[in-house]
């Protein structure tokens, strides 16, 4: 039986969306909630001090074992039921949260799971690093079968170490001004953020207090190329809509009309979002919390379609009460399609190759191009360039 | 043919003119919410040297049109450096603007220009002339040269001006020379060897030679407190309480409106409230103050006020938006016959208002119009985003459906200047955007409006203008005859 708090498909069900501001070239549409419960709450925990933080996926820390390395600016306690409610904004009261060793001149936080129970009713995890590692880890495990073309230690070790990079939110400072001249809403619970109107990053929490005080952590966060691309262009247009003159004839058929023109915003920001919202998407549990299940997913993952990753907290109910998802590049796309064909293939190259309507030497290309050349031995790799040159 | 090109100069003649004193009311070149301080001196910079190059008569005519200190002092700088005009009568209009223009000015902008003068290089007989001019007029030159010692200094030896008596020994030699007989150049001298002379020095001046005599903080606000200004009270307010002084005592029933509306904007929430009654009297007595020197009687006025995220303004004009607001909301309470007020993110009492939360200024609007306003005053920076630009389309269909026939004014007042249309930002046609800096000029930019809104011609703008300097300049002629003479300023050489 399967969970119905697992998301099939992505619904902002019990949000609504306002009109944008924009900044330069970044949009950002504010996500409202007009009923708030408040059993569900946020907190930021400062990781800052430390450059660079290994997360242990099994295993004590300091043991042997799978490890996420990232920079990791802050993680997210979450806690559920009303007791807890008052004491999540002490949290950093608490004694700092795992270990810090000295690596040279550096210091290195190691941390235990990206999802770790603190307390009867609380929850400390890594935000947007959950989903990513949930990424990284697809098909971690590599060749089941031992073909020919894999090497040794693609079939020994899988696919490690898999690298992704990405862009921290400081690196646009039109990201940094966006973010400082933009008014919250009083019920606003979460942003979606657009740049040269492609969406980037979709970000909700439960309570419009815990937003407020996340609303900067956002530009810690990471996000995909995207953020940098468009780099030229200065502004994403101001949009307005016009009223229609022909239908007041009093000042309550005005209001009415400006009713009409936020419901048109929000149709049309849920257009704009439509890579996002309500397309199909695969998760997996990752954690039940109480009555809440936290998941992470991914879209598609086709290369011709905007694809995101990203996690989610859903309610006993079906609302969404936690969302942070990151906009996949082109290339993470193409390298994941890739993965997902071969897994999907039993890792066979003629079957893979076949079904992409290509051939086997062009398919190993394709992997090495992708980055994953690692992954197949030298001389298969140097025959498939061999043949390649002389054009066949 | 002719005729369409000659309506089209005036009219383009007419919309420089109105943006350039718009820009005038509400710039001071510095950080803006949404713009940074380079972006606005860039802008107002361009503006000036425009109008100055292509409407000189109007330009310096802009001094007496109630425009903010800043903009004054930019535009005698501006006039002083391109030298006097040929006609004599325009000469003569020329410098007596000018003359009363730096004699207008609070002192430390005054003398703020004759140092600029310097580093602009700007010296030819008028400037040396209006500088001597203006030192003559001071009512207590040595205490000028104490606290202004540096800048009075830098006009003296740019303007090669002499001043008589132990004047120039002491912007020369200053602490080094063995006495002087003027008391209070000698309190100057001491108070570099004696701590107890500190406290009869204005407050900037002992400030520095407090630190050079490592005498706590606490102490000396507590000594110097009898010598404080006004502003200088309550400037001091909050870091007073940080070190641990007590906190000067401050006079809100001599404070200007504006000043007083950042400064109850600075307290928190909970001294707002408890002393709630003491501060809305003192915001209504100091708007009755403004409107006894510039009566304005309105009818039904409805106010529609920005107190949104935006109106936090900057680090160099904190909450400046939300206080011009707050004052507003005092002065046209104070001057309307019915008053009603709708802020964009209701408040229940105004003492209160915090700059929170999305620019929704449609809902206020409706409701203000819904409620049979005589005349709307929005007092916003111009950026409505919730939804955007609805105030525009508000307001056209509004004019063009319900109300063709004008009945109901609408204005928008701008504290904020936008570097990038050279003008405050607009809500569109249907309304008159006017620049302001503080909420004392609103009564005077109401007056303004109807030159912004476009329908008044350039005749009348200039009749508008030419009717302010003839005011003015009384008032200024009216000022000097008051004021008693002070010490003579010669000069080196023999010109008038």
Redesign the interface.
Known sequence: MTDTRLIQRLEPKGLRLAPSQVFGRIRLVPVLRDEVKGDLRFARRDYSDAPLSVVALEGAPTSRGLKYVSYIPHGMVVSWGNRQAEAVYGTRLQAPEGKKVKVGPFSVRLLHRMVHREDRNQLRMLPLHLAMEGFLALHFGGPDIAWAEYSREALSHGLSPRVEGVVPGWASSALDGALRTFEVHEQQVGLLLFNADELLSAFVVAHPDDYRLLHRTLLEDFYGDLLLQYGYLLEAPELGLPLDAKRVSSVEDLRTEVARMRADWAAFHGFMAGGLFGVEVTSRKVYEAGPFLLQHFHTSLVPSEENHLGEAIVGPDGTLEYLKTYRLSAAQTRRAYLLQQLAASSWNMEDTAEKLGSTRQELLLRLHNAGFGYLLKDHVLEEARRSKARGS | MAVAAEVRIEQVAREDLVMFVNACFSCTGQRE??GDARGQSVSIEFLHQYILGNYRRLYRRTLAAGINHFNQAQIILNLLAVGSPADPVERQEEGSLIAAALRGLPTQRAFRVLESLRSRHINNRRARAIAREYLAGRSNLPFDAVKYRAKLRAAVVHGHLKLDGELGPFLFHGWKKRVYTQPLLETFRKAHFAQEALYELPYTVAEGLAQKHGVPRDVFLQRIEPRLTQAERLRLQESAARHGAVEPQVDLSRAPLTKLALYVLSMKDEVREARRDELHTALERASARVLARAPASLGRVAAVLDN???SSGSLQKRRRPLGVALASHYLLSASAREYRAFWT?PVEEPLLVTA????DL??PL?DA??WGAELVVIVSDGYD??????V???T???R???DPGRRTALVHVNPVFDAEEYSPRSFGGAVATVGVRDAEDVPTVLGFARFAEGTASLAELERYLSARVVSWLERDAHRIASAAPGVSVSVEEGEA
Not at chain 2, 356 to 359: I, L, P, S
Not at chain 2, 385 to 390: L, R, S
Request: hydrophobic share 35%; aromatic share 14%; glycine share 4%.
């Open positions: 919410f949404y949104s995220y935006s993110c929170r939360g999305q620019t449609a809902t409706l119009l819904a985003n919730d939804p955007p630009k609805a525009a389309e508000l056209r269909v509004f063009e459906r319900l």
